[in-house]
Protein backbone atom coordinates (compact mmCIF):
# COMPACT_ATOMS: atom_id res chain seq x y z
CA UNK A 1 0.00 0.00 0.00
CA UNK A 2 0.91 3.64 -0.77
CA UNK A 3 1.37 5.52 2.10
CA UNK A 4 -1.37 7.83 1.65
CA UNK A 5 0.96 11.51 2.51
CA UNK A 6 -0.21 15.28 3.11
CA UNK A 7 -3.05 13.94 3.20
CA UNK A 8 -6.78 13.97 5.87
CA UNK A 9 -8.21 10.42 5.79
CA UNK A 10 -11.73 10.75 7.33
CA UNK A 11 -13.11 8.83 9.54
CA UNK A 12 -12.64 6.71 12.69
CA UNK A 13 -8.58 7.19 13.71
CA UNK A 14 -8.45 3.46 15.24
CA UNK A 15 -10.00 1.72 12.25
CA UNK A 16 -8.28 4.39 9.72
CA UNK A 17 -4.56 3.62 11.96
CA UNK A 18 -5.09 -0.09 11.16
CA UNK A 19 -5.48 0.69 7.56
CA UNK A 20 -1.94 1.95 7.12
CA UNK A 21 0.73 -0.40 6.71
CA UNK A 22 2.70 -1.38 9.76
CA UNK A 23 6.17 0.88 10.91
CA UNK A 24 5.37 3.33 8.22
CA UNK A 25 5.14 6.50 10.65
CA UNK A 26 8.37 8.46 12.01
CA UNK A 27 6.58 10.50 14.79
CA UNK A 28 3.19 10.67 16.08
CA UNK A 29 1.46 13.76 17.90
CA UNK A 30 -1.36 12.86 19.92
CA UNK A 31 -3.71 15.59 20.98
CA UNK A 32 -6.86 13.16 22.40
CA UNK A 33 -9.94 14.25 24.29
CA UNK A 34 -9.30 15.19 28.06
CA UNK A 35 -12.19 13.82 29.51
CA UNK A 36 -13.07 17.45 30.97
CA UNK A 37 -16.11 15.36 32.72
CA UNK A 38 -17.76 19.08 32.26
CA UNK A 39 -21.50 18.71 34.52
CA UNK A 40 -22.62 21.90 33.87
CA UNK A 41 -22.15 25.57 31.75
CA UNK A 42 -19.25 27.66 33.26
CA UNK A 43 -20.00 31.10 34.01
CA UNK A 44 -17.26 34.44 34.37
CA UNK A 45 -18.10 36.77 37.79
CA UNK A 46 -20.23 38.75 35.20
CA UNK A 47 -22.38 35.56 34.14
CA UNK A 48 -21.14 35.20 30.70
CA UNK A 49 -21.30 31.92 29.51
CA UNK A 50 -17.42 30.36 29.19
CA UNK A 51 -16.68 28.90 25.50
CA UNK A 52 -15.96 25.70 27.31
CA UNK A 53 -14.88 22.17 26.01
CA UNK A 54 -18.46 20.62 25.98
CA UNK A 55 -17.99 18.83 22.46
CA UNK A 56 -19.59 15.26 21.87
CA UNK A 57 -16.02 13.85 21.48
CA UNK A 58 -14.89 14.73 25.32
CA UNK A 59 -17.60 12.75 26.87
CA UNK A 60 -16.83 9.43 27.72
CA UNK A 61 -19.31 7.83 30.85
CA UNK A 62 -16.63 6.51 32.94
CA UNK A 63 -13.02 6.27 33.78
CA UNK A 64 -12.97 2.38 32.28
CA UNK A 65 -14.54 3.80 29.07
CA UNK A 66 -11.65 6.59 28.64
CA UNK A 67 -9.09 3.89 29.39
CA UNK A 68 -10.50 1.12 26.98
CA UNK A 69 -10.83 4.34 24.33
CA UNK A 70 -7.10 5.09 24.96
CA UNK A 71 -5.44 1.80 25.05
CA UNK A 72 -7.35 1.26 21.55
CA UNK A 73 -5.76 4.26 19.58
CA UNK A 74 -2.16 4.12 21.54
CA UNK A 75 -2.08 0.09 20.34
CA UNK A 76 -2.94 1.09 16.94
CA UNK A 77 -0.27 4.02 16.73
CA UNK A 78 2.37 1.73 17.73
CA UNK A 79 1.81 -0.77 14.93
CA UNK A 80 2.67 2.44 12.74
CA UNK A 81 5.56 3.61 14.55
CA UNK A 82 8.84 2.59 12.88
CA UNK A 83 11.41 1.01 15.88
CA UNK A 84 13.14 4.09 15.86
CA UNK A 85 9.95 6.84 15.97
CA UNK A 86 8.61 8.64 18.88
CA UNK A 87 4.89 9.69 20.22
CA UNK A 88 3.92 12.87 22.00
CA UNK A 89 1.25 12.89 23.31
CA UNK A 90 -0.38 16.17 24.98
CA UNK A 91 -3.07 16.26 28.04
CA UNK A 92 -3.77 18.04 31.13
CA UNK A 93 -4.29 16.69 34.60
CA UNK A 94 -8.02 15.10 33.83
CA UNK A 95 -6.31 12.29 31.50
CA UNK A 96 -2.31 12.81 30.99
CA UNK A 97 -1.35 10.40 34.27
CA UNK A 98 -3.65 7.22 32.67
CA UNK A 99 -2.38 8.18 29.05
CA UNK A 100 1.12 7.31 31.08
CA UNK A 101 0.42 4.22 32.46
CA UNK A 102 -1.23 2.97 29.46
CA UNK A 103 1.93 4.00 27.39
CA UNK A 104 3.80 1.73 29.76
CA UNK A 105 1.10 -0.90 29.85
CA UNK A 106 2.09 -0.94 26.18
CA UNK A 107 5.39 -1.47 26.52
CA UNK A 108 6.19 2.42 25.19
CA UNK A 109 9.26 3.95 26.74
CA UNK A 110 9.41 7.16 28.83
CA UNK A 111 11.80 9.16 27.45
CA UNK A 112 10.59 12.90 29.10
CA UNK A 113 7.65 14.56 30.26
CA UNK A 114 7.17 18.34 28.95
CA UNK A 115 5.38 21.24 30.17
CA UNK A 116 4.07 23.72 28.08
CA UNK A 117 3.52 26.90 30.36
CA UNK A 118 1.23 29.36 29.32
CA UNK A 119 1.02 33.27 28.85
CA UNK A 120 -2.24 33.06 29.04
CA UNK A 121 -4.57 30.89 30.43
CA UNK A 122 -8.36 30.82 31.13
CA UNK A 123 -8.51 32.12 34.91
CA UNK A 124 -9.88 29.99 37.28
CA UNK A 125 -13.33 31.73 37.07
CA UNK A 126 -14.83 30.15 40.32
CA UNK A 127 -11.98 31.23 42.36
CA UNK A 128 -11.93 27.55 44.25
CA UNK A 129 -8.68 26.39 42.64
CA UNK A 130 -5.16 27.16 41.02
CA UNK A 131 -5.57 28.88 37.47
CA UNK A 132 -4.39 25.95 35.37
CA UNK A 133 -1.64 27.49 33.56
CA UNK A 134 0.25 24.46 31.43
CA UNK A 135 -0.22 20.76 29.78
CA UNK A 136 1.86 18.18 30.05
CA UNK A 137 3.29 16.39 26.84
CA UNK A 138 4.44 12.91 27.51
CA UNK A 139 7.35 11.91 24.68
CA UNK A 140 8.30 8.27 24.66
CA UNK A 141 9.94 5.98 21.84
CA UNK A 142 8.88 2.63 21.40
CA UNK A 143 10.44 0.69 23.73
CA UNK A 144 13.44 0.20 25.98
CA UNK A 145 16.88 0.91 24.62
CA UNK A 146 15.11 2.15 21.39
CA UNK A 147 17.29 4.34 18.78
CA UNK A 148 15.29 7.70 18.36
CA UNK A 149 16.21 11.32 16.71
CA UNK A 150 16.47 14.14 19.16
CA UNK A 151 18.13 17.16 17.49
CA UNK A 152 19.91 18.70 20.87
CA UNK A 153 21.40 21.12 18.29
CA UNK A 154 18.29 22.51 16.95
CA UNK A 155 16.21 22.75 20.22
CA UNK A 156 19.71 24.80 21.81
CA UNK A 157 19.31 27.19 18.81
CA UNK A 158 15.85 27.81 19.91
CA UNK A 159 17.28 28.89 23.54
CA UNK A 160 20.09 31.10 23.19
CA UNK A 161 22.60 28.28 22.82
CA UNK A 162 22.10 26.76 26.33
CA UNK A 163 20.13 23.29 26.15
CA UNK A 164 16.56 23.01 26.30
CA UNK A 165 14.75 21.86 29.15
CA UNK A 166 11.36 20.24 29.64
CA UNK A 167 9.68 23.53 31.14
CA UNK A 168 8.88 25.10 28.07
CA UNK A 169 8.10 28.84 29.45
CA UNK A 170 5.59 30.83 28.32
CA UNK A 171 4.11 29.83 24.91
CA UNK A 172 0.60 31.87 24.57
CA UNK A 173 -2.14 29.74 23.31
CA UNK A 174 -3.48 30.11 19.70
CA UNK A 175 -5.15 33.16 19.06
CA UNK A 176 -5.60 36.60 16.62
CA UNK A 177 -4.16 35.64 12.57
CA UNK A 178 -3.07 32.26 14.29
CA UNK A 179 -6.55 30.94 15.67
CA UNK A 180 -8.79 28.99 12.98
CA UNK A 181 -12.71 30.44 12.86
CA UNK A 182 -15.62 29.10 11.17
CA UNK A 183 -17.85 31.17 9.42
CA UNK A 184 -19.61 33.03 12.07
CA UNK A 185 -16.69 34.08 13.18
CA UNK A 186 -16.19 31.59 16.24
CA UNK A 187 -13.47 29.26 17.13
CA UNK A 188 -13.47 26.24 14.72
CA UNK A 189 -11.79 23.80 17.23
CA UNK A 190 -11.60 24.36 21.07
CA UNK A 191 -8.62 23.00 21.60
CA UNK A 192 -6.59 24.54 18.50
CA UNK A 193 -2.91 24.04 19.63
CA UNK A 194 -0.11 26.57 18.99
CA UNK A 195 2.33 26.41 16.12
CA UNK A 196 5.25 27.64 18.35
CA UNK A 197 4.51 24.51 19.97
CA UNK A 198 4.32 22.03 17.77
CA UNK A 199 7.19 23.73 16.19
CA UNK A 200 9.35 22.56 19.01
CA UNK A 201 7.84 18.92 18.98
CA UNK A 202 8.12 18.19 15.46
CA UNK A 203 11.57 19.78 14.85
CA UNK A 204 13.13 18.45 18.26
CA UNK A 205 12.21 14.44 17.04
CA UNK A 206 12.31 14.28 12.95
CA UNK A 207 14.56 14.92 10.26
CA UNK A 208 13.05 16.82 6.74
CA UNK A 209 11.39 13.76 4.36
CA UNK A 210 9.80 12.05 7.73
CA UNK A 211 6.17 11.43 8.20
CA UNK A 212 4.58 12.82 10.92
CA UNK A 213 1.11 11.39 11.70
CA UNK A 214 -1.42 13.14 13.78
CA UNK A 215 -4.56 10.94 14.82
CA UNK A 216 -6.63 13.61 16.24
CA UNK A 217 -6.05 16.14 13.45
CA UNK A 218 -8.32 19.04 14.54
CA UNK A 219 -7.56 22.08 13.59
CA UNK A 220 -4.29 20.76 11.51
CA UNK A 221 -1.78 22.52 13.17
CA UNK A 222 0.51 19.93 13.21
CA UNK A 223 -0.09 19.38 9.41
CA UNK A 224 0.97 23.17 9.06
CA UNK A 225 3.84 23.02 10.97
CA UNK A 226 5.35 19.61 9.46
CA UNK A 227 4.91 21.12 6.12
CA UNK A 228 7.22 24.37 6.78
CA UNK A 229 9.47 22.13 8.40
CA UNK A 230 10.15 20.03 5.12
CA UNK A 231 8.55 16.96 6.63
CA UNK A 232 5.07 15.20 5.45
CA UNK A 233 2.16 15.00 7.33
CA UNK A 234 -0.59 12.57 7.51
CA UNK A 235 -4.14 13.25 9.49
CA UNK A 236 -6.83 11.35 10.58
Known sequence: MTLPLNQILCGGCVELLYTLPEKCVDLIFADPPYNLQLQNPLHRPNMSKVDA????????????????????WLSACKRVLKPNGTIWVIGSYHNIFRVGTILQDLGFWLLNDVIWVKSNPMPNFRRVRFTNAHETLIWASTGKGAKYTF???????????????????LIPLATGKERGKDAHGEKAHATQKPEALLYRVILSATQPGDVVLDPFFGSGTSGVVAKRLHRHWLGT
Open 151 to 169: NHHAMKGLNDDLQMRSDWW
Open 53 to 72: VDDDWDQFVSFDAYDSFTRN
